[in-house]
């Protein structure tokens, strides 16, 4: 009987020894799942609470009736340009250096750079991002990609001179406000590149010398020509005549 009472004290003690390491084990893995969850915070909840609501629920992008609309963030791969806009706030867009923590913004940043960012911006070819940019673009923001109005719809074209490569080809896959958007279909992944690469390189061209008249073209760069050309002949005559009217 009493080899029988020591293996059941022995199990006992065995058992309870084991839910107790159990019971150890369960909460240390429920302890560092906090931990880990407070380090990494869940960038897509938070987008979908203080984001969504202008960008769209997959970063595509919204119009509105008035300016104040949020841009397609689904090309933007540049976590550092996610953060200095949450912090600062460009344009319409608040602040939230002061509602976010850090690692908050930097979580929001890597789910819309890993998540979100699903237009590509590779593999460009910048002449035939120039020939597409005069075909689809150029008729609205003008070959200098500086914008112009149109009196077809009663507003102007946006220049393109500050805009990232982000926001030029979420814009294009986007088509806020009047402007249509082109999806794959219309332009591949690699012609959006194409005019991306294009757009980048007229807004800091390469200076053939002289004044560029902050680049509006050869149309009115001709007319300034010619409006000085007749003012010299206008001096000319003036002095001819004895500098008398």
């Known amino acids: 009987m009493k080899p029988k009472r020591a293996w059941r004290r022995l199990s006992r003690r ?5 839910v107790a390491f159990l019971t150890i084990l369960f909460a240390t893995q429920v302890m560092h799942s906090q931990q880990v969850a407070r380090q990494n915070p869940p960038g897509k909840a938070i987008f979908e609470q203080s984001c969504a609501k ?4 997959l970063g595509q992008g919204r119009s509105a009736v008035i300016s104040i609309a949020g841009p397609c963030l689904q090309a933007e791969h540049n976590p550092g340009r996610v953060v200095a806009a949450i912090e600062l706030g460009p344009g319409h867009m608040p602040s939230f250096a002061r509602t976010l923590s850090i690692p908050n913004i930097h979580a929001v940043a890597d789910f819309v750079t890993q998540d979100i960012a699903v237009i ?4 460009g070819n910048l002449s035939d991002g120039g020939m597409l940019f005069r075909r689809y673009c150029a008729t609205c923001h003008r070959t200098a990609v500086r914008g112009g109005a149109l009196a077809f719809v009663g507003t102007n074209a946006p220049s393109l001179a500050n805009d990232s490569a982000a926001i030029v080809a979420g814009t294009i896959r ?4 009047p402007m249509p958007s082109f999806p794959p279909s219309v332009i591949s992944d690699k012609d959006l590149a ?3 690469d294009y757009v980048q390189f007229v807004q800091q061209p390469p200076s053939p010398g002289g004044n560029p ?4 073209g050869p149309v009115a760069e001709g007319f300034a020509a010619w409006a000085g050309v007749l003012a010299l002949i206008i001096l000319t005559m003036w002095i001819e005549r004895g500098g008398k009217g």
């Open 120 to 123: 590509p911006l590779t593999s």
């Open 54 to 57: 202008c960008h769209g629920d």
């Open 213 to 216: 008249l902050n680049w509006y």
């Open 174 to 177: 986007w088509g806020p406000g």
């Open 14 to 18: 065995i058992g309870a020894s084991l």
């Open 194 to 196: 194409s005019i991306v």
